[in-house]
């Protein structure tokens, strides 16, 4: 077999020397991060409205490197993995995640949305903003269970995706259904509108992927049998296929969406994830709400609305477990026979993300409850080690954690301190190149996977912009 997206990640190891010796330490956590922006000519794209947002920003902030830091980060996808353009004289606008050439909806989703506010003032970013809801609702309209597209549309699968045993289509790069695919667009839609009040984007097709959207949920609900979704890999990790002819371990029809693959793109342990489920209800409500003031689709509205409120009452009878030390919390992941999966995962949707993607209030008690657990020993994907500690999760290393997990620790956090913390780690866990990773280990920063991963950029950028404006204070505070 050949290179798998497992060996993929693990390209880091090359980079090691080069940021080791491009980087200077003041002291064992203060370091001088470079300036590594592409050179202006070698940028994909410019918006002025960010450039002039950069330097406010950095103004706020007291840490040097931290200011550094953000600087690189936040314009990451526009700086180097966004590719605009038009089709048919609308705007199009392709993305791939970064040193992986295809564009998975949730990655493309959640690396513009920091940028909506900024919409408004900026055409050309509208423009932009515009294309990639447009070049998702292609792609939902190709294969709704598809994970990640390619970005010529006759093109076959990535190379560790051709074998898989499933429906494949051209221009699909990876096929693994995952129920937050589905949620991220809409997400991304609804807050464009809501940015915006710009309708453009909702035409006939959007209306159509809408339907497509709430169709799929409903079929993967597996009332009316498995449906037509099944994969099966050549793999020698578990992770990467699926059990019972690619159908999946089993799980009770009770009312929650079937989710084959977690947003990491690692197979569920059971069926039912209940942070993708908790995401669909949030979506579903989004979606009508769009359906019925943005298109004046009622009847899209109402199927919507019927299909989150359904979720919604299968979350709270289905969705808990009651934990021996902290009482009721959310699971991850149920197969509605009474099993249960007691972890969290460093990737989102996620239990620590559930206040960030909207389904409840930081404060939540129940909420609370779960992420001391997810942020504890008795996690078993929480890391602990000399340099940092965090969430991580099977797609790597046991010993290895995700940036982004410490960046929505800070996100949903309602303590100064704490924010502090996750700051501080971000700040030093580069390994000196500038830019956030997808994981590194828990002793020693210089090992990590994923040199270039936008997403993980980007969202450290969201979070600097967002304390800027509700925590300046905190962020004008030297850290060390």
């Not at 190891?13 to 002291?27: I, L, R, V």
């Not at 940028?43 to 840490?63: K, M, N, W, Y």
């Not at 019927?306 to 902290?326: D, K, M, R, S």
């Not at 996620?350 to 997810?374: E, M, N, S, V, W």
Request: hydrophobic share 40%; aromatic share 10%; glycine share 8%.
């Amino acid at each position: 077999m050949g290179i798998t997206r497992r060996d993929w990640i693990k390209g880091a190891a090359s980079t090691f020397a080069m940021a080791q010796a491009g980087w200077e330490a003041k002291s064992a956590f203060g370091l001088e991060l470079p300036h590594a922006r592409p050179a202006l000519a070698d940028r994909h794209f410019s918006s002025s409205a960010i450039e002039e947002l950069i330097p406010q920003v950095q103004r706020q902030i007291g840490d040097p490197a931290l200011s550094t830091l953000f600087a690189n980060c936040f314009p990451n996808t526009l700086d180097t993995t966004v590719f605009p353009g038009t089709s048919e004289g609308k705007p199009d606008t392709f993305i791939v995640t970064g040193d992986i050439a295809a564009m998975w909806l949730r990655d493309s989703a959640a690396q513009v949305w920091p940028y909506l506010p900024l919409a408004r003032q900026d055409e050309k970013l509208r423009f932009l903003l515009e294309g990639v809801i447009r070049r998702q609702t292609h792609c939902i309209l190709l294969d709704p269970y598809a994970n990640a597209f390619q970005r010529d549309s006759s093109a076959p699968p990535l190379e560790w995706a051709i074998d898989n045993k499933t429906e494949h289509r051209p221009g699909v790069a990876e096929r693994k259904w995952e129920l937050d695919s589905l949620c991220y667009p809409v997400r991304l839609a609804y807050g464009y509108w809501q940015a915006t009040g710009d309708t453009q984007p909702f035409d006939a097709q959007w209306r159509e992927a809408g339907r497509t959207v709430v169709h799929t949920f409903r079929t993967q609900q597996r009332t009316q049998g498995q449906g037509p979704y099944s994969f099966l890999r050549v793999t020698t990790s578990p992770n990467d296929t699926l059990a019972l002819s690619g159908y999946g371990n089993p799980g009770r029809p009770v009312g929650l969406v079937f989710s084959m693959f977690r947003p990491s793109d690692d197979a569920c342990i059971f069926p039912l994830f209940i942070p993708a489920n908790q995401f669909a209800v949030v979506s579903l409500r989004q979606l009508a709400t769009l359906a019925s003031k943005a298109v004046h689709d009622d009847k899209l509205a109402a199927e919507a609305s019927a299909l989150a409120a359904e979720i919604e009452a299968a979350l709270q009878e289905h969705g808990t477990v009651q934990h021996p030390t902290l009482g009721r919390i959310w699971a991850y992941e149920v197969d509605g026979y009474g099993g249960t999966a007691l972890l969290d995962d460093g990737n989102a949707p996620g239990l620590l993300t559930i206040p960030y993607l909207g389904y409840c209030r930081k404060g939540d008690p129940l909420y609370r409850r779960t992420r001391q657990f997810a942020l504890s020993a008795a996690n078993p994907y929480f890391v602990q080690g000399k340099v940092a500690e965090g969430i991580g999760g099977p797609h790597v290393a046991r010993n290895m954690i995700w940036p982004m997990s410490i960046t929505f620790r800070a996100l949903t956090s309602q303590d100064d301190g704490e924010i502090r913390y996750c700051l501080r780690v971000l700040r030093d866990t580069t390994a000196g190149t500038g830019f956030i990773h997808e994981s590194f280990d828990k002793d020693d920063p210089f090992k990590y996977t994923r040199p270039w991963f936008a997403w993980a950029n980007t969202l450290f950028g969201e979070l600097v912009v967002r304390l800027a404006h509700e925590k300046p204070a905190l962020l004008a505070a030297p850290l060390d």
